[in-house]
């Protein structure tokens, strides 16, 4: 198995060259994903330089949090169900997966701080994905006006697994136009300046389209 050092070179130089390639001016940062890895190899990421740490589930994104360093950025970017809420939200950095009202308020009854929060927005319409659709964006994040806790620095959302690069690209445009509609609103709790596209298998066009973090694990740190 090649190195986490390694891995991120080959990364970093497709990084460089899809942003060289992309009319935004955005250099995208890395979350890598260590949600099917050792611990050892979170902090062989950490150590090969990586900072941003994504986790799916409660016990995995606590335990990693506990064992990395204390400038380590800690992304839950799973879904979060409801009653866990008071369990994870305060240990939490970004959350990726904002995706209901309930779980809004949750979040902002149980915080101690302000939760950057993304929503995930299901652009492609999969029935398996979560995410509200894009019609209903504007009127969910007006629902936030009076929450303390939560500030919505942008949007998610997962791409449908395929090789077709004309369609990946079809849907992360149709997410940055979102962003930007949202953030033509100027709202003082939800500056949506940020866009969370982008997986192993995609993070390219992602990066075409403006990804301001994309979320890597298979090509970073393996299986």
């Given at each position: 198995m090649k190195s986490v050092e390694e891995n991120l070179k080959e990364i970093n130089s497709q990084i460089?060259?899809?942003?060289?390639?992309?009319q935004f001016d955005t250099t995208p940062q890395v979350i890598v994903v260590t949600k099917y890895v050792t611990i050892d190899r979170a902090i062989e990421a950490y150590e090969a330089g990586l900072k941003n740490f994504g986790e799916n589930r409660i016990e995995g994104f606590l335990e990693k949090k506990k064992h990395l360093p204390d400038d380590a950025v800690m992304h839950f970017i799973g879904s979060l169900q409801?009653?866990?809420?008071?369990e994870v939200i305060n240990e939490i950095d970004?959350?990726?997966?904002?995706?209901?009202?309930?779980?809004?308020?949750?979040?902002?009854?149980?915080a101690d701080h302000v939760i950057k929060c993304f929503i995930q927005v299901n652009v492609s319409g999969e029935e398996s994905k979560h995410g509200i659709s894009p019609e209903e964006l504007i009127p969910f994040i007006e629902e936030f006006k009076t929450f303390k806790h939560i500030e919505v620095v942008g949007l998610m959302t997962m791409a449908p697994l395929t090789e077709d690069k004309t369609k990946l690209r079809q849907y992360f445009n149709q997410l940055r136009n979102l962003k930007d509609k949202v953030q033509s609103l100027n709202l003082s709790?939800?500056?949506?300046?940020?866009?969370?596209?982008g997986m192993s298998n995609d993070f390219n066009e992602a990066i075409l389209e403006?990804?301001?973090?994309v979320r890597i694990g298979t090509k970073l740190v393996g299986e």
């Open positions: 460089c060259d899809s942003c060289n390639k992309s409801t009653r866990k809420v008071k970004y959350l990726h997966a904002l995706d209901r009202l309930k779980l809004a308020k949750e979040i902002d009854k149980r709790y939800a500056p949506c300046t940020e866009l969370s596209m403006g990804a301001s973090y």
